[in-house]
């Protein structure tokens, strides 16, 4: 049920999801399990240069902390 939520909200094409940064680490994971190191490893990368991308979207929207 969480799975159709995740793909039938609209979005920008371009724009990563947590849902599809933690499908690609699974993907990367079952591809590994099945001997496949250079996918499992390229899958991987990709989970891991979705969850960057949104790391630096929530840091550019969050204002700085500022000191007294």
């Known amino acids: 049920a969480q799975a159709d939520r995740g793909l039938a909200l609209p979005r920008d094409a371009d724009a990563p ?7 690609q680490a699974l993907r990367g994971l079952a591809l590994e399990a ?3 190191a250079d996918d499992a490893v390229a899958a991987l990368a990709e ?18 902390e500022t000191t007294p």
């Open 34 to 36: 099945l001997g496949r």
């Open 17 to 23: 999801t947590l849902f599809v940064a933690r499908l």
């Open 47 to 64: 989970a891991q240069a979705i969850h960057a991308r949104l790391f630096d979207a929530i840091l550019a929207t969050t204002p700085p």
